[in-house]
């Protein structure tokens, strides 16, 4: 099993320009999340999608949009990339929403925007 | 809310010594507890976990006990070594209320152990 997989691992943007962040889980896990990670701040959550079906905001949506594209997979979007955006990014995957299981985390993607 | 601090770092270590990163949090109800270790350029694993009170996580010579009348979840090591060098997070996780699982961190503490 390969776990919690992202892509890309860094990625440097223009300020304005939009990308996409994918995440994929072979755990058949219910539920993902998206956090970033910035110095001094520990994980701040973004948006979540605790089943298929559903995705909701976290601490910091503003900027960011999400999207379950199914079981597996959730990735996350940014429009219009700003400097504030810089920034490491970690996809998690855990079992249940509602049981306190582990969370398992991806290996990150580091995002500049210049 | 609910929230969770560690103290400040860096923590810097001499090989062999003992080692305490102090965890508190403020939560409605009854959390579950977590050590999460960063090494440097890789995602967050899971070293230790503690679902209820006075029950003590433990993994690769790593212990924390869940003290609910402290609402403490101290990490200790009897020994560091040079490879325990890495980004550890307290986090808590209050399911049931709301369904979301999502986890709540505090903001690291860096340790880095000496030769």
């Known amino acids: 099993n390969a776990g919690v997989t992202q892509t890309p691992k860094f990625q440097v943007l223009k300020t304005g320009q939009s990308m996409t962040l994918q995440c994929a889980q072979d755990?058949?896990?219910?539920?993902m999340y998206w956090y970033r990670q910035d110095p001094g701040m520990g994980l701040r959550l973004i948006y979540y999608?605790?089943?298929?079906?559903?995705?909701d905001k976290g601490e910091v949506p503003n900027g960011y949009n999400v999207s379950r594209l199914n079981k597996r997979e959730f990735s996350l979007r940014l429009e219009s990339a700003a400097p504030s955006q810089t920034s490491v990014y970690f996809c998690?995957?855990?079992?249940?929403?509602?049981?306190?299981?582990?969370?398992?985390f991806g290996p990150g993607t580091r995002l500049t925007v210049l | 809310g609910n929230s969770v601090t560690q103290m400040e770092g860096p923590v810097t270590l001499s090989e062999e010594a003992f080692l305490t990163i102090n965890c508190t949090y403020t939560?409605?109800?009854?959390?579950?507890l977590f050590w999460y270790v960063q090494y440097p350029g890789e995602g967050l694993q899971l070293l230790l976990k503690?679902?209820?009170?006075?029950d003590k996580g433990s993994n690769k010579g790593f212990e924390a006990t869940y003290r609910k009348e402290t609402t403490s979840f101290h990490l200790e090591k009897g020994s560091v070594q040079v490879s325990d060098s890495a980004v550890y997070f307290c986090?808590?996780?209050?399911?049931?209320?709301?369904?979301?699982?999502?986890?709540?961190f505090g903001q690291g503490t860096t340790l880095q152990v000496k030769p």
């Open positions: 999608s605790a089943s298929e079906g559903t995705t």
């Open positions: 998690a995957s855990r079992f249940r929403a509602n049981l306190p299981d582990t969370q398992y």
């Open positions: 939560a409605t109800g009854y959390p579950s």
């Open positions: 986090a808590l996780d209050a399911p049931g209320s709301s369904n979301t699982g999502k986890l709540i």
């Open positions: 503690a679902t209820k009170a006075d």
């Open positions: 755990m058949n896990h219910n539920s």
